[in-house]
């Protein structure tokens, strides 16, 4: 399926994200060698033990002898990652290499490299796919497949860079939607943070119970688990996000509470008919799922 | 594994949870003969081709001819439905019948049968099973295995009825919890009422959103697609149930509230200290979902 020679990929991170591409580009043939760089030791060594990559070494070292490097850590240490890597591009003179992100926020980073010298060789990438586990040992083979991957403001790219990364992405099976920055960070902002927040929320409305009632869990049935779900995911990764996409968030969030804030009313009335109304405008959510 | 006699057994209300206890309680040998009614007609002859029942009948004669009725229709109209069939058992004069519903609120139910002259026969019940789908072809085989049912006021009736009730839900491979119809209605608050609710709100966020910008849906990933699958569930089953569990409901929408707006603040503030706190508090779900 690859039609460019084989490559040697960088991870930088080499958690759920970074650890899941590492196993599909090697065993589907995209990736020829992964050099991984993982700045926590135990990641790091369970990433070996796990031979998700092929060699683990400094970054300095695996910018230099990568063809294509992917960012794949937290968004607020991203950012400053991505300039630091087109920077080392530039000292080195290497108009070939590219480097790739796979944040959950895109306008931020985007903004970071926008007049960057390299700016071409950089490609914005969102590939929506995850759990809410994290680590190497998070790290799942056909993660990806059948999601979608947001491409971010292509214009800025190298065509040829694009080219190589859509060929990466169609490798791991994905659906390539072309957007710009801003647009994508409205959108994951309501089709993604906010169920965060909301899940969340959820959690800790029910720890709060749990410090008197200790049984109550005993009780916790497939739905609450599956609304909760997401309440896991960790801070390290959502803490930036949250706040980089703050102003979409915040809209999002205000929706939100009046909506809540409908529900609150119409119970508080024992309003059935304003009640029923709500949930059928909800139920509108079936003909959306998959 | 049944250790009486087969019995015949009346279901009212043919949908997810009295079509998938006909299928097991019928295929485990517990039930010798299923007796359906089912008002909806469109729903009865889907459950008559289903083989859901081995007979359709008026309530009048189920009532006559079963051993023992399983009420499994939503709250509202199942608190006369109830009274309805032990006025029933009374002019009948049968003594041995037995009666139980399934409802996910308990107090209401509970009171309305408090003083009726045959509420021995009735045996309070909450298996605590489910999908977001409704109607006789979301009946599925399996449904309640290994969840948790409660009985609610048992020592209100009689022991008999209670033990029969147990084989029945043992039948189903349902753990049983006993406790009180007052502090069941405050944990189901917790545990589902509210996931349902906030996912409600999350639909209606969403769709509102979505109203001008159609393709927003192509970025849906699985963590929305699981937060919002309650969002999917009956108006005919939860409009009852919210308004049946008010007080406690809004208590904890009211907390959720609070939980929610502290996000927002944290994030208006740019705090990222005191989202990565919250998130951490959230995390302590872990160690509670199976």
Redesign the interface.
Known sequence: MVTEDKKTIGIVGLGLIGGSMAIDLKRRGFADRILGVEKDPVNATAAQRMELIDELLPLEDCIRRSDLVVIAIPV?AAVPMLTQILDRFRELGETGKIVIDTCSTKSQIVRAARYHPCRRQYVATHP?????YSGPWAAEPNLFDG??C?FADTEESDPKAVKLVEILYDTLNMRP?YMNADAHD???A???H?????????????????QD?KH????????????????????DM???I??QN?DN??R??????D??????DA??D?D?DR??E?????????K???
Request: glycine fraction near 4%; charge should be positive.
């Open positions: 607020g929506m796919a995850g759990t809410e999601r979608a947001i939607i409205v959108h994951a309501y089709v993604s906010i169920s965060h927040v909301s899940s969340f929320a959820l959690a800790l409305t029910v720890l709060e119970k749990e009632e109550i869990f005993d009780l916790a049935s497939g739905g609450f688990s599956s609304t909760v779900r997401l309440a896991k995911s960790s801070a959502w803490t930036p949250l706040t703050r968030v915040l999002v969030i205000d929706t939100y509470l909506k809540m804030k409908a529900f609150r119970i508080a024992y059935s009640i029923s709500l949930i059928l405008e909800a139920n509108r959510i079936k959306i799922l998959r």
